[in-house]
């Protein structure tokens, strides 16, 4: 079955600490997404990778980190940098041929802070 | 600056109704249009993209309108299960990104 995977569905943070949050795709898709969601708003990018080791900042990469070592992988890094990381994370991907670009998701991770 | 706009609702509507939710988005080079669908406190899942003649599936229809700039969504004969929020994306042209709408909360009543 293909698809993408995040784990853990649910974490907590505590202050100071860095927490990574996983995920992973066996759709042989060359791009992937990190986004946050907060209450009543739409998603926002915080970073993008079109291919293996390469990946651009979105719109609210302060206090995060990625890596892309492999093409099935795009793990996300919330820093103690990052004040306000409680919201609901979503991995999605998409196939670089695919011209309209349609992003599929993961089922997210909840973070919250202790 | 990156922005697609939609009445947050709630739509309440009973069941049976047809309801109908507009999206605007700011680049006038953009190429492609999806609404999505998000249950509470799930992923989005793509419900269609939405192409410049217009198009339908079943009960839905999705309307281009590139000279003012929106997107509209039309869903006849509504079903409880429609209850959802109803997110607008939109491309920026010239990388991969997708701007997503705050999307619109619909609530079917029995």
């Known amino acids: 079955d293909g698809g993408i995977t995040q784990s853990p569905k649910y974490l907590f943070r505590k202050e100071g600490q860095n927490v990574t949050l996983s995920c992973e795709q066996n759709?042989?898709?060359?791009?992937m997404y990190w986004y946050r969601q907060d209450p009543g708003q739409g998603l926002r990018l915080i970073y993008y990778?079109?291919?293996?080791?390469?990946?651009q900042k979105g719109d609210i990469a302060e206090g995060y980190s990625v890596s892309r070592e492999k093409k099935e992988s795009f793990p996300l890094t919330v820093t103690s940098a990052q004040k306000n990381p409680t919201a609901f994370y979503l991995c999605a991907s998409t196939n670089r041929g695919d011209l309209e670009n349609i992003q599929y998701f993961g089922a997210g991770t909840r973070l919250s802070v202790l | 600056r990156k922005e697609v706009e939609q009445d947050p609702g709630p739509f309440n509507v009973p069941e049976g109704a047809t309801v109908a939710f507009n999206c605007t988005y700011s680049?006038?080079?953009?190429?492609?249009f999806f609404w999505y669908r998000q249950d509470c406190r799930k992923e989005p899942k793509l419900l269609m993209s939405?192409?410049?003649?217009?198009n339908e599936d079943g009960r839905f229809t999705a309307q281009l309108n590139r000279a003012s700039q929106y997107i509209s969504l039309l869903i006849r004969d509504s079903k409880l299960s429609d209850s959802a929020t109803y997110l607008c994306?939109?491309?920026?042209?010239?990388?991969?990104?997708?701007?997503w709408g705050a999307g619109t909360k619909l609530i079917i009543k029995p």
């Open positions: 939405v192409y410049s003649s217009g």
């Open positions: 759709l042989n898709h060359d791009a």
């Open positions: 680049n006038s080079a953009s190429q492609s």
């Open positions: 994306v939109v491309n920026w042209p010239g990388n991969y990104q997708l701007i």
């Open positions: 990778s079109q291919i293996v080791n390469d990946f």
